[in-house]
């Protein structure tokens, strides 16, 4: 039997992985997608739109292509449909800001092997949202996370029917976009966005933009200590599993379960690892990225959050895939 030859193309690939996310990032902040999408679809024409030298543009629009992120046929270039439709601006599915959002920690994930040296004594419970989450950093943090969960939410509110609750707990809600869609697809449906202090000021934000703010409020509550509301029949928490350890995780959901009112129902959507624990990537990640926030959290798995829902006091525990490799969601009612 033959054994297949091993080389190193696989290697290089991940490890050059890096060069391709600076390609990607600097293609949506010179606005490249937008220009191309416009009708400056040839080196020149783009490097003149993006006021860059024309040599430059060659580089980018090479790479991108190898990328497939463009297509390019003669000398006319496209953009890959995923692209065409979340990177260019203007459009209401425009999700720039997103590819965006880990670039903050750019400098940071060069020091990974020194993260990964800190001891545990060193960890803090909020990690990265620490003091120096200010109103300004969590403004750009929201900007990003809201140009994607926002079409998160309205997924949420397609699969979720909440037309016969009354109140919303949002735990780590951030721009608020779960509890804005929720009030705008139910009339009578109320909301707390529950969120560091720093961003319940970005959350009012968004919440008046949208013209909700006669029922959805923010109000400033560590989810990891603070008392939650006793008056909500749903609470959700969204995009904030791997921060945490498992015993933070499981002391939430036990909290959550103690506030929620008799029948209520908590779904937690989160960065979940299968119970073999290999993958999908993504939620691998995750938990990798929080040793770049030093702090205790780690990729949990769908067995894991059962087992806080299960001990919590949750029935009728189920799982549903949310976005597929991202994001699962776990539900569960309160008798
Ligand atoms: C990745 S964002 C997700 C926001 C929102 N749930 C969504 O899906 O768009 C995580 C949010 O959790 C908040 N958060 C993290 N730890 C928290 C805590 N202990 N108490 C309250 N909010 C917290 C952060 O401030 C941030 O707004």
């Given at each position: ?166 109140r919303i ?10 509890c804005i869609?929720a009030a705008k697809?139910h009339a009578h449906i109320t909301a707390v ?14 919440i008046?933009?949208?013209g909700v703010a006669d029922r959805v409020t ?118």
């Amino acid at each position: 039997m033959s054994e297949a030859r091993l080389d190193t193309v696989r290697l290089q690939t991940v490890v050059k992985g890096f060069w391709e996310s600076a390609a990607l990032m600097s293609g949506v902040e010179l606005g490249l997608f937008t220009a191309i999408s416009r009708g400056n679809d040839g080196i020149e024409s783009a490097a003149g739109a993006l006021g860059i030298e024309v040599g430059n543009a060659e580089r980018l629009m090479t790479a991108l292509t190898a990328m497939t992120l463009l297509q390019r046929d003669g000398d006319t270039f496209t953009n890959a449909p995923d692209v065409e439709r979340f990177l260019v601006e203007g459009s209401p599915s425009y999700a720039g800001p997103w590819m965006l959002f880990g670039k903050p920690a750019w400098n940071e994930w060069g020091q990974l092997t020194q993260h990964l040296r800190q001891p545990k004594s060193d960890q803090k419970i909020l990690g990265k949202y620490d003091d120096n989450f200010t109103v300004a950093r969590a403004r750009d943090y929201h900007a990003a996370t809201y140009s994607i969960g926002l079409g998160a939410a309205r997924r949420f509110h397609k699969q979720v029917d909440l037309s016969g609750r009354k109140r919303i707990m949002d735990l780590g809600g951030g721009s608020g976009c779960y509890c804005i869609t929720a009030a705008k697809t139910h009339a009578h449906i109320t909301a707390v966005v529950l969120d560091l202090p720093s961003v319940v000021v970005v959350a009012r934000e968004f919440i008046a933009e949208n013209g909700v703010a006669d029922r959805v409020t923010a109000e400033a509550c560590d989810f990891t200590a603070d008392a939650l509301p006793r008056d909500a029949d749903v609470a959700i928490m969204a995009s904030n599993l791997p921060i945490y350890s498992r015993e933070i995780i499981a002391g939430v959901v036990r909290r959550v379960h103690d506030a929620l009112l008799d029948g209520g129902e908590f779904h937690l959507i989160g960065e979940i690892l299968d119970d073999d624990r290999r993958g999908p990537i993504a939620p691998a990640l995750w938990g990798l990225s929080e040793a770049i926030s030093g702090s205790t959290g780690l990729a949990h798995s769908q067995s894991d959050v059962i087992g806080y829902f299960v001990g919590a006091g949750f029935r009728d525990v189920s799982v549903t895939e949310f976005i597929p490799g991202t994001l699962t969601r776990i539900t569960g009612s309160k008798s």
